[in-house]
């Protein structure tokens, strides 16, 4: 067998190896590490549930729960990182929690929108992975006159890895493996088919005799 | 694997990487080495207020060397004493003294396949897995998660350089084997021991000569009090302090190298 098939072969054989541990670490079920429950009013205002530091070793699953329809948003930002765009947008003091300055800073920042969605008298479940270590914001937003109820419950879970992005790659270490992995498998199979005729063939021509 | 027509020196190398990989040595250590990194990788740090980036990229890259070095360490013992030592015991090396090569080329061929491609499959598959993970921590920092990996290889390097006199000298690959362990938890018990000490007696000297030896600590009391106040431990070192014992650490284990060659070369009676 040529030197280069075999050095193929074997890199092939480590990618299909570190293909295995990736798909090994997709299989880590999560282990929930705390749990979080809060409740808000809004009425053409903004609230924050739960603020907090995310690794990418971590996820945030949230329930949110409203009587009324509502907007919901994980930021990837502080509520002081909110705070501080508006009153440096608007000297005179001003209400914070007015959703007119929420919506402006949403728009002037739509990179700090990591998820958002809107709800109307329905329960809706988010699990967020961050892909980085960030700061987690998770807000509501009524634009309506009428005061709207929210329950917020979340559950911070740890994983080994980020899952879909574990699974991936895992898919294609795998397969990148195989590819380089199967001329040399061949070639072995057939080695061993020519080994097992040369064994049979003096056999069936004595037992002929 | 058959050997074919090339270079003296491409067939050592080649002769070497089938000994010290048999299959599924390279695979079992790859699989071992991208599991730890997600099993290992803590990010407390991340989390915690007023730290530094930098520190945080030091932190969560130390997290992951502890038993991921160790790893390491079992496949250098493996390939360079008992491999090595081994080949010296039984006469295969003297098969090498055949071909048109110097003695130090045909060292460096084994050390290039026992040490080389060891430490590439360590660094490559825990900085790309670390990159999967902490893409924000590994990309804007990869001079300091480079450095913490060039301080806390210094010592697993000084043991292999050690092994590697050890094993020329004794020709045992065995005793070679087993004399590396024992250096390796030594010298990992002698450097707690003189921290413990350092600390009591408010000292830096202990620090400073265990630097040298093990550059991590420098770089770790670097990171962890830079900012304080001079006189808030022992010893608080300077970025250029931290440099300047990672690259005396790494002279001393290139002397311990050259040792090893120098004996091999002249010395050693085959």
């Given amino acids: 067998m040529k030197r280069w098939s075999v050095i193929l072969s074997r890199v092939g054989t480590t990618v299909f190896a570190i293909g295995l541990a990736f798909f090994l670490v997709s299989l880590i079920p999560p282990t929930p590490t705390g749990d979080f429950i809060s409740s808000g009013y809004v009425s053409k205002t903004w609230v924050t549930f739960y603020e907090g530091v995310l690794t990418p070793q971590q996820r945030l699953r949230s329930t949110f729960t409203a009587n009324g329809t509502v907007n919901v948003y994980i930021l990837e930002v502080t509520p002081r990182t909110v705070y501080d765009w508006i009153s440096e947008h608007h000297p005179v003091p001003v209400d914070y929690s007015n959703v007119t300055y929420f919506d402006q800073y949403l728009d002037s920042n739509p990179t700090s929108v990591a998820w958002q969605d809107e709800i109307r008298n329905q329960t809706i479940t988010y699990e967020y992975t961050p892909t980085k270590t960030v700061n987690i914001t998770s807000a509501v937003s009524g634009h309506g006159p009428d005061v709207v109820s929210t329950n917020y419950e979340c559950s911070l879970l740890r994983s080994v890895a980020p899952t879909s992005k574990v699974q991936v790659l895992s898919e294609i270490a795998i397969s990148i493996g195989i590819v380089f992995t199967l001329p040399w498998l061949s070639k072995l199979l057939r080695a061993k088919k020519r080994r097992e005729d040369r064994a049979t063939t003096p056999r069936e021509e004595s037992g002929l005799r | ?270």
Avoid: C
Wanted: glycine share 8%.
């Fill in chain 2, 1 to 270: 694997m058959t050997t074919g027509k090339g270079s003296p020196f491409l067939e050592i190398l080649a002769l070497a990487l089938n000994e010290d990989y048999r299959f599924p040595i390279l695979e079992v250590f790859a699989f071992l080495y991208v599991l730890g990194t997600f099993a290992f990788a803590s990010f407390s740090s991340a989390t915690s207020t007023n730290v530094t980036s930098e520190y945080v990229a030091y932190t969560v890259t130390s997290s992951l060397l502890g038993a991921l070095v160790f790893i390491f360490m079992i496949l250098v013992f493996k390939n360079v004493a008992y491999g090595l030592g081994s080949d010296i015991e039984k006469g295969i090396i003297q098969t090498y003294f055949s071909y048109p090569l110097k003695r130090r080329s045909i060292l460096s061929a084994k050390l290039l396949s026992a040490l080389g491609v060891s430490l590439a499959l360590f660094l490559g598959v825990q900085i790309s897995s670390l990159y999967i993970l902490a893409p924000d921590i590994v990309a804007p920092y990869f001079g300091t998660v480079l450095l913490t990996y060039a301080a806390s290889l210094s010592y697993p390097l000084l043991i292999a350089g050690l092994i590697l006199l050890v094993a020329l000298i004794l020709k045992r690959g065995g005793l070679a084997l087993v004399l590396g362990i024992v250096f390796y938890f030594a010298l990992g018990i002698i450097q707690n021991l003189v921290m413990s000490i350092s600390l009591a007696t408010n000292s830096a000297l202990g620090l400073q000569i265990m630097s040298l030896f093990s550059p991590n600590l420098a770089l770790n009391l670097y990171y962890q009090f830079s900012g304080y106040p001079p006189g808030s431990g022992p010893w608080i070192p300077s970025f250029t302090d931290a440099l300047i014992y990672i690259g005396a650490s790494y002279a001393i284990v290139l002397s311990a190298f050259l040792l090893g060659y120098f004996y091999f070369s002249r010395r050693m009676n085959l």
